[in-house]
């Protein structure tokens, strides 16, 4: 090429971005509106302000910080950031990949429990300043002829190992040399999500991490599954999504018969599928009708399930889980959202191992007259042909609805055309891909690949109560604050898509997009007035 | 889809992956010859057999080995593995991505300084246990007049500050508290190369990491920039390189008069840029020669420079080094392949800064009657949309012929599209990728998504001295181990395009081809011969 003018390269230049950016969404849109390029302008302008300010200072004990840095070490400043709290106030629309168990913040679980006299607290030795760090809290709900009444703390040295001790009591009577019951939360919490260290120095590999990941999980379930907590559970986790901006849910529940049951109420009786389900759209109906009467209808359309179970399953076992996820949705035809196998893709079987049964699901479906689309879990992964890479093949060529992760998705060209022609979308999960090891920090994720290709990207939280990302706005902010392309108005777009790729039927959607699209103006007004008086304040100051 | 049998879906599988993988070179390869087959094979199980043994083990300060770890963790398992081995003695092609002032090794440089009475060593002050962590070696070459006789050790705790001491003197008194003189090696070695800590702890953002690696051409460029040192540097550089089977070496040589001069015999004089080049003939020419002699001449087609200075001069410094290229370009038509503006993208001016210079080059060259293609880097960054990262925009509108490290290419869905149909290769370079920071081990670099859309690419090595990674093998092992898609056939391929897109003349490009061709045919009866043995043993001893 050559040039005649530095204008005619100039020219030349603006030309080539823009067909470079051509896919994105936030180009597709077309024109904005004044306001649309005004709070986009401001938004940005709040993000560089920052990235000079509060994130080129010193923190305590965060030695070089960044925006888009490492979550767990970086939160505390985000916490601190304008645009951390604008974006708090962002309409996110729906919530496309999320693990039930873990979306509701430890300390509401915790402070729920300690309300049931049934949820009793044990250790495998007494707890010492020594044993406290690598001794994890065993739950259980104990029916009334079980229970104890606890006359020895965890943490005193003639604690018989594995005794039950009520939780309230375990809580109470917890050395003060261990920090009392807040030593006790502390232990607790520690044991339900991941910190930095571990994240970023003694876990640093995907495999390892997964090991404590899946142990939070190991002790949450006896509390989270017993049956009048998990209601309260459920009725936080919307509650709080709400109040994040969150006008639609579509959670997987994990459906594993023996090994992670839902107890009832006497905390003796196995509860069955049904019983969960029906449980749940109570609680979904009983939040719709308070915000009704609040008039606030319009803030949360509802919510689904995607019923999973784990790829540890023979294809034989997975063969009940399909037929008990069609009885479902015959009787919840409103809820049931779609199929999944989960669980870390590195180690159990991959999508292939199931194939007989996987096809054989389609006839299943029409002899029973309902539709239940797999909304697959594939290449959750740093393979490169492995098996969990591989996923992402089965997963298409099975006509997954959606992708869960689909981390490697950037290295299948062929896939990525066909993810495009189908309008299949990507639950593209930033914190917990950060945290779980398959990326650094925001700045090496694979999304902005995936934007600029056109393809459709829904921002989930996955596991938030894990990580300590309630809600969606931290993975919003993770992904505004690691790039210099993506603004407001490519976030507008992924959270009107996590709408349009929902499983809402028609009607919801249309209502969900106009609902949407009210609050996104009040918002925008909202990011641009607020950003501005930050801007100009924050001149006044330096 | 709907599939009626196993069968079928197995067919439709089959063929997507198929499709998804057409654009790498080994696909597109097509059929196989039986050898290549065999070998292809025999590698991937070799890497299997090993990725199950040496690299499940534990190893002393190695915690939790994978293959395509951090290479500073992993190297001393790498090198034990029979992988290595086998891609030590594969022919490489040409390395078409180094800074020369950083491709020896440095006890190489250490031991030739050594031999220079001329030069001598200052420390800012007294070394001792707690100051060697610390205090940088400082070089110069000294001429007769000012040289020193060194009576006071730098670990004397009379040494007054920034004393000069020779060399050879310098080490032969070092304090034996310090490690005698093996501890004076360290301590320079320390000096002129990354070390785990710095690069996965203490330095662990790109940024930071980089403030360590310029530091290390700091200390390093009085040593090799003294011109005797300069001849035998280069040849080793060569030297080594063919002991590598690489056939073809292009590397960039940093021109910046002020800062970084070449110094003379005398210790005294400046040479200027013609005699750097000329010297570089000259040495080139004597290695060739050497060759024949011993009918290797197949083992080493050439070596050319791309012309560098670095992005911190201003536009008008710019024009200076334009002029002088096209100077050296004149008398060394057959040496000069390229210009290059280096330094750390990030914190340095990008392309655009320096846009009128740039666009009037072409017309300097066709005044002057010569060509010179601009080989750029651009990219070297995790910016999304940052200067570094729109250093890709100016790179391509400028023409540049090949981009070196183009790491954030991969978001740029049109440039990827330009960069096939002008077949511009991107000089990739994982290790230093990884080891700067731009990805946190061989699993998350992008590579395989290049290779996956049909990018040409050629492997390099980019500032090896500095890694401890002499030579490209061990850029080969990383590729290889870190992904279960790309074989020994993917290697080849690279291999053998580092020589098309070399810039060799058609002449040469022919000649090295064939020469390549004949040494590949070799190696892969050794591959297949060798890892055979070594499969067949491992089944023994389990």
């Known amino acids: 090429m050559s040039f005649n003018s530095i204008a005619e390269y100039e020219a030349s230049r603006n030309a080539l971005i823009l067909a470079d950016r051509a896919l994105r969404a936030d180009h597709k849109k077309g024109q904005l509106s004044e306001l649309e390029a005004l709070a986009d302008k401001v938004v940005r302008d709040v993000r560089a302000a920052e990235a000079a300010s509060i ?15 490492e979550f767990l070490t970086g939160r505390s400043i985000i916490v601190q950031t304008k645009l951390f709290e604008i974006l708090g106030k962002m309409p996110k629309g729906g ?12 300390s509401f679980l915790l402070k729920t429990a300690m309300r049931y006299p049934a949820i009793h607290v044990r250790a495998s030795t007494a707890l010492n300043s020594t044993t406290i760090g690598s001794v994890l809290p065993q739950f259980l709900p104990l029916p009334q002829e079980l229970r104890t009444s606890g006359e020895i703390a965890l943490t005193d040295e003639n604690y018989t190992p594995n005794t039950w001790v ?35 120095v003694t876990h640093n590999t995907v495999n390892k991490i997964w090991e404590k990941f899946v142990s939070t999980f190991v002790v949450n379930t006896p509390l989270v599954r017993y049956e009048p907590i998990h209601r309260e559970y459920v009725r936080e986790f919307i509650l709080s999504s709400i109040a994040d901006g969150i006008s639609y849910v579509e959670p997987r529940i994990n459906f594993l018969q023996k090994d992670i049951p839902f107890i009832a109420a006497d905390a003796h009786t196995r509860i069955d599928h049904r019983e969960v389900v029906k449980s749940f759209d ?15 209808e319009d803030e949360f359309i509802g919510a689904k399930i995607i019923y999973s179970t784990i790829r540890s399953i023979t294809p034989e076992g997975l063969e009940w889980y399909l037929q008990d996820c069609i009885a479902l949705k015959k009787e919840f035809p409103h809820l049931i959202a779609g ?15 199931y194939i007989e049964p996987l096809l054989k699901f389609r006839e299943m479906q029409k002899e029973a007259g309902v539709e239940i689309p797999f909304i697959f879990h594939a290449a959750e992964t740093l393979g490169d ?55 650094s920090s925001m700045h090496m994720h694979p999304l902005p690949v995936l934007l600029n290709q056109g393809v459709t990207v829904a921002l989930c939280s996955d596991d938030p109560s894990v990580f300590g990302s309630m809600g969606l706005t931290f993975d919003y902010f993770q992904v505004l604050a690691a790039s210099e392309v993506t603004g407001l108005i490519q976030l507008g777009e992924m959270a009107k ?42 001149q006044t100051t330096m």
């Open 339 to 353: 199929f999944d196998l989960v669980g870390p893709e590195n180690v159990l079987k991959p999508l292939k191992y």
């Open 55 to 69: 994130w080129s200072q010193d923190h305590e004990g965060i030695p070089h910080p960044f925006p888009g840095m």
């Open 166 to 200: 009520p939780l309230a009591k375990a809580r109470e009577t917890f050395d003060p040399k261990l920090g009392g019951p807040e030593g006790f939360d502390r232990w607790i919490t520690a044991s339900l999500t991941i910190n930095p260290t571990e994240a970023y």
């Open 282 to 296: 109570e609680v979904v109906n009983n939040v719709k009708e308070e915000l009704k009467e609040q008039g606030r």
């Open 497 to 538: 898509d996590s709408i349009k790729f929902s499983s809402m039927d028609p009607e919801e959607k249309e209502r969900a997009l106009a609902a949407w699209q009210k609050r996104w103006d009040i918002f925008l007004e909202y990011a641009a007035t607020e950003g501005q008086k930050f801007l100009a304040q924050s």
């Open 95 to 106: 919530l496309l990949h999320a693990h039930l168990d873990a979306t509701v913040n430890v």
């Open 385 to 439: 042909g492995t098996e969990a890479d591989m996923n992402l093949y089965d997963a298409i060529l099975l006509g997954t609805k959606r992708i869960g992760h689909g981390f490697a998705l950037v290295k299948h060209p062929k896939l990525i055309e066909i993810c495009k022609e189908r309008g299949i979308a990507i639950e593209v999960c930033p914190i917990s891909n950060e945290i779980l090891r398959l990326t």
